[in-house]
C-alpha cells in the first residue's frame, strides 16, 4: 500500500486487538482487498466513543482507515450485521481459525478468496456445522491460498493416487506410496482420506480421523514451533478427541 492512503468502506473482520495508551486499541483486522491490516483505533476505548462495541471478533464489519507505515488509523467502522453470535466450542474453534491467520498470515497481502472462505467457516460454526469438517476446509483453504497448497490427488511421482492404496504424506514432496508397510506414522493415509480431501467430502469417519492428523503436522510444520495457545486451551477446558486440528 502507498503512503498515506485511505480506504474506504472495506469488508474485514477482527482478528485480534489489545489495548494501546490509555484510551485507545491495535486491531489486527483481515480485509477483502488488503488482507492482514494493523489499525490503532485511538478513543476506542472511551465510554463514549463510537467504536466502542464495534470493534468484535467474529462479526463481519465496513471499515475506513487511513495513513502509510505498518499501522494505519482507523477511521471509522460499521457493523455489518447477520452474523450470529458464537459460543463454546465453536467460538474456540474461531479463535483457532483467528490465530491461523494472524500466525501465518503476512500483513498487506491481499487474499479475497481465503478472505471468503474466512466468512463461510464463521457462518458454518455459527449454524452448528461438524466443527472437524469445517476446520478441515478452512486448513485447506489456508494452506492453499498462502501457497502450501496440498497435492492430494496426484502422488509425488506424479500418478494419480489410487483409493485402494496408502502413502506417506512428505511436505514438499505430496503423498508417497508405502504399500507394504506398517502404518505407525502419523502422516500415513489411505489415498481415499486423500481423494476425499480434494474433493472436500468428510463423511467417511477414516478421512475424518486421518485428515486430521495429517493437517495437525502440516500445521505444525509451517507454524515453525510456534504453540498454537487455542489448542492449549481447549485441550484444558474440553479434553476430548474433537479439539481444534
Known amino acids: 500500500m502507498t503512503a498515506k492512503q485511505r480506504v474506504d468502506q472495506q469488508p474485514a473482520f477482527v482478528l485480534h486487538s489489545y489495548p494501546y495508551r490509555e484510551t485507545s486499541l491495535i486491531v489486527e483486522v483481515f480485509s477483502r482487498d488488503h488482507g492482514r491490516v494493523g489499525l490503532v483505533a485511538k478513543g476506542a476505548r472511551r465510554p463514549m ?9 467474529f462479526q463481519p464489519l465496513l ?12 477511521v471509522r467502522a460499521e457493523w455489518m450485521g447477520g452474523q450470529p453470535l458464537l459460543a463454546g466450542q465453536a467460538l474456540l474453534c474461531a479463535y483457532y481459525a483467528n490465530e491461523l491467520l494472524m500466525r501465518l498470515m503476512p ?3 491481499a487474499h479475497p478468496r481465503l478472505h471468503r ?14 466443527q472437524e469438517v469445517v476446520l478441515r476446509r478452512f486448513e485447506l483453504a489456508l494452506l492453499k491460498e498462502l501457497g502450501y497448497g496440498l497435492s492430494l490427488d496426484v502422488d509425488a511421482d506424479g500418478e494419480p493416487v489410487r483409493g ?4 506417506a504424506y512428505i511436505i514438499e514432496r505430496g503423498p508417497v506410496s508405502i504399500d507394504g508397510r ?28 486421518q485428515s486430521k492428523a495429517l493437517m495437525r503436522r502440516l500445521i505444525q510444520h509451517y507454524l515453525g ?16 478427541p474433537g479439539e481444534p486440528s
Open 164 to 167: 485402494d492404496a496408502r502413502y
Open 182 to 209: 506398517s502404518d505407525d506414522d502419523a502422516a500415513v493415509v489411505t489415498g481415499k482420506t486423500l481423494l476425499d480431501m480434494a474433493s472436500g467430502d468428510f463423511r467417511e469417519p477414516e478421512t475424518v480421523v
Open 49 to 57: 466513543s463510537q467504536l466502542r462495541g464495534v470493534l468484535m471478533a
Open 107 to 109: 500483513r498487506e497481502d
Open 117 to 130: 472462505a474466512y466468512g463461510d467457516t464463521l457462518r458454518a460454526l455459527a449454524a452448528g456445522e461438524s
Open 63 to 74: 471499515i475506513d482507515w487511513s495513513g502509510g507505515g505498518e499501522m494505519k488509523t482507523l
Open 225 to 240: 514451533g510456534q504453540v498454537l495457545q487455542s489448542r492449549r486451551v481447549f485441550t484444558e477446558l474440553f479434553a476430548f
